[in-house]
């Protein structure tokens, strides 16, 4: 069974660096063909795709974050980190980690999502 927990502090003062981490159990980060990935979802509005991480360490991100997204791992922890910079309270959403799956074109994991706000 695999497991994916995300950990971070839940508030961010604006202007500063938000950074979570995934924690992954039951399967390892460089297992082909699996991309780890980021997700979030605003108050009030629906899924938004950040970014990921590939098995391979490959990166690919969201047009609209890419210039303030950094995705990296560290296959000794079997952990990938999100870091988010010159955040705003548009940044607020639950943040979720997430395996895709290509062969089946699916994401077929899910952490249980974490709260950040981003408030002075």
């Known amino acids: 069974q695999v497991q994916l927990q995300e950990s971070g502090p839940g508030l961010v003062k604006p202007s500063q660096t938000l950074s979570l981490t995934c924690t992954v159990s039951?399967?390892?980060?460089?297992?082909?063909?699996?991309?780890w990935s980021w997700i979030r979802q605003p108050p009030g509005k629906g899924l938004e795709w950040v970014g990921y991480?590939?098995?391979?360490?490959?990166?690919s991100y969201s047009p609209s974050l890419k210039s303030r997204t950094s995705i990296s791992r560290d296959t000794s922890k079997n952990q990938f980190t999100l870091q988010l910079s010159s955040v705003t309270p548009e940044d607020t959403a639950v943040y979720y980690c997430?395996?895709?799956?290509?062969?089946?074109?699916?994401?077929?994991?899910w952490g249980q999502g974490t709260q950040v706000t981003v408030s002075s």
């Open positions: 991480i590939s098995y391979s360490g490959t990166t």
């Open positions: 039951g399967d390892s980060i460089t297992t082909k063909y699996y991309y």
């Open positions: 997430a395996r895709y799956a290509s062969s089946w074109v699916t994401y077929d994991y």
